[in-house]
């Protein structure tokens, strides 16, 4: 089983359902990326902040050589971080990131954050985080426009086949719209029914942006981070109206979620360490929710985000 996939405004085809990277850890990573695939998971959504591009282009590789996938099969993403934001920082980075996989080229790479910190040299610390001295966030000085048009550079390098932004609220997509050449292919955001963001997803599909949900789950992808906003807030996999609906599609509580985004176009990038749960969240396409369904799953929506970056960098500091 794979997924159906999403036409980007470049005419590239994005799979609908992939496996996000973020929290992978390292000593399992590649085993996890190598099962995906064997799973029919295509899609892989990674970052220089997750620190696992390494295994992760093993896990890869792997698949590859054992001729379970071509590299024109599979979609890999990878993201811009915020230390990296200066023009003349985007493509040694790029191409660091593209060495660590062992690929050519990334099929979507993203501007992680609208956020510009101090240069950290790889070579110091990487992946370098929030901070420029394992204390201090020290901001820098490059603005959007200066590091889209150095994304753009990608695209006209090969180093990119798309390129896109993710934590980017309307009045900065408004913003980058006056000055690109090339319009983001993506728009990723933190998307569940707790935090439903219907303006900004309408904002981004009517300038031709795909819409990618991190987060499907809610505050279940926090709590392993102690935060305490997720841990007072109901679980939607535990909540009445999402078990109601699985109940009665005879789907798990994650399918519902999941659907939820994919019968609206847009494209989720869950994760599991379960064979058998990694078959699940791929098989998301299979059913159709009615109207009065979706409706009910968008009502529970709170306004409620728990991606605010500098506290989740707080957390994981401390931790």
């Known amino acids: 089983m794979t997924s159906p996939s999403i036409k980007l405004n470049n005419g590239h085809q994005m799979p609908l359902v992939g496996f996000g990277l973020w929290k992978v ?12 695939i064997k799973s029919g998971y295509r899609l892989f959504d990674g970052a220089c902040d997750y ?47 593209l060495q660590d996989w062992g690929i050519d080229y990334f099929d979507l790479y993203i501007v992680h954050f609208p956020i510009s910190l101090k240069y950290v040299d790889p070579s110091e610390r990487y992946p370098p985080g929030f901070t420029y001295d394992g204390k201090n966030v020290v901001q820098g000085k490059a603005s959007i426009q200066e590091t889209w048009q150095a994304m753009e550079g990608l695209v006209d390098k090969g180093l990119a086949k798309s390129i896109g932004i993710s934590n980017f609220n309307g009045q900065l997509i408004l913003d980058l ?39 499907s789950f809610g505050p ?45 176009n847009v494209a989720v990038i869950p994760k599991s360490n379960n064979q058998g749960r990694l078959a699940q969240n791929l098989d998301v396409t299979g059913f159709d929710m009615s109207k009065g369904e ?17 506290n989740v960098s707080i957390l994981i500091l401390h931790r």
């Not at 007072?232 to 509580?253: N, S």
Request: hydrophobic content about 35%; charged content about 25%.
């Open 25 to 36: 850890n390292n000593d399992t990573c590649a085993d996890q990326v190598y099962n995906a």
């Open 51 to 97: 620190g696992n591009e390494t295994e992760s282009g093993q896990g890869v590789a792997r698949a590859i050589k054992e001729g379970l996938v071509k590299r024109e099969d599979l979609f890999l993403v990878s993201k811009l971080w915020n230390s990296f934001h200066d023009k003349e920082r985007v493509e040694p980075i790029c191409q660091k990131q």
């Open 177 to 215: 719209l006056r000055y690109a050449r090339i319009v983001p292919a993506t728009l990723q955001i933190e998307h569940h029914p707790y935090l439903t963001q219907e303006g900004l997803l309408q904002l981004a599909q009517s300038n031709g942006m795909a819409i990618t949900a991190y987060s």
């Open 220 to 264: 279940q992808s926090f709590l392993e981070l102690d935060m305490q906003k997720a841990k007072d807030t109901p679980l939607l996999l535990e909540h009445p109206t999402i078990k109601t609906i699985a109940d009665r599609h005879k789907k798990t509580p994650a399918q519902v979620l999941l659907r939820w985004a994919t019968q609206r």
């Open 294 to 310: 979706i409706d009910d799953v968008s009502g529970l929506n709170k306004g409620l985000r728990f991606n605010d970056p500098m």
